[in-house]
């Protein structure tokens, strides 16, 4: 089986004749063998290198930490859906990495 390559570019819609060539290469049954070439050593070492770099960031998670929020305070972080801690995070930090931001907060403590 010959290998097509079609590039589209940001923004721009494939033709007709490209969309059936896509339609048509779906249907077809994958061949591991031919399609999934055995990787080199110089892949698997590449491998190995990214599996530690992300074990190594797993191994040293953000603590936790416990904090009283106001409650309309609160509501708002978690009108935003899933992942609001991390936002809060976020904020958290942007407000720590910016001393102006921080002085003007301890001058009402």
Request: glycine residues 4%; charged residues 30%; proline residues 7%.
């Amino acid at each position: 089986m010959a290998m097509t390559t079609i590039t589209i570019k940001a923004g721009q819609k494939p033709t007709k004749e490209q969309l059936k060539e896509i339609h048509e290469a779906a249907k077809l049954p994958i061949n591991y063998t031919a399609d999934c070439p055995a990787s080199t050593p110089e892949a698997l070492a590449e491998f190995a290198a990214m599996a530690r770099e992300i074990r190594k960031n797993r191994r040293n998670p953000a603590p936790v930490v416990a904090l009283r929020l106001k409650p309309d305070v609160l509501s708002k972080y978690k009108a935003l859906g899933k992942g609001y801690t991390g936002v809060m995070a976020d904020v958290l930090k942007y407000a720590a990495d910016n001393p102006d931001i921080l002085s003007k907060m301890t001058r009402d403590l």
